[in-house]
């Protein structure tokens, strides 16, 4: 069985992934087909945890493969916090706040933390009407994260070292900070 950890991003999937680790009955990984195109894009192994926020993007294709034969988990978190989390990175050049503000919105050069709560809640939602028919499913919150994964751990049968999972997950991964004065100049750079 696959497990597909479906998220906005800035909402704990890294940590999530790396507590995952720690399983043994399973692989596990971080946007590790971001890059690839069509079918070679959902092509996980089996018996493999994935976690990436573009999943939310893919949700025809992830269907179309894995149906409701998969284990689905929507990871999320406060909303102002991840709203608040994005809108800290706005100057990085692949932002995801970016393309869904310029390219998505059609609002270019616009910033601001209404964007990113929008962009929250549009990909919550994606997720949300996705998982209705999905009889594998667990809906986890990164402010309860310790006790959520034990419930994961559980229904997914999974086998290993749960000690160390947790302590894992007591470590913050890939925090968010301000972008740097190289980013910004590409950021303003690139908007003329």
Known sequence: MN?????TG???SMTFIRACQHITNYTAGHETRSTL??????AYPDQHIEADNRLSWMLGKLGKKYG?????V???RDVEATA???NRRWAMPSSIVNGYTECVLLRPRE???AFCIDYVHTVNDNIDVFLEDKPHKLTLQLEDIESGFKTFWQAIGAEGSLTEALETLRVRSNPSRKASLKDRLRFWVRQF
């Open 111 to 113: 910033q601001g933390v």
């Open 74 to 76: 929507h990871l999320k």
């Open 37 to 42: 195109l069509g079918e070679a894009r959902v």
């Open 84 to 86: 608040a989390s994005y």
């Open 3 to 7: 497990v597909f950890i479906l998220c």
């Open 68 to 72: 409701k034969d998969a284990f689905y």
């Open 10 to 12: 800035r909402s704990g």
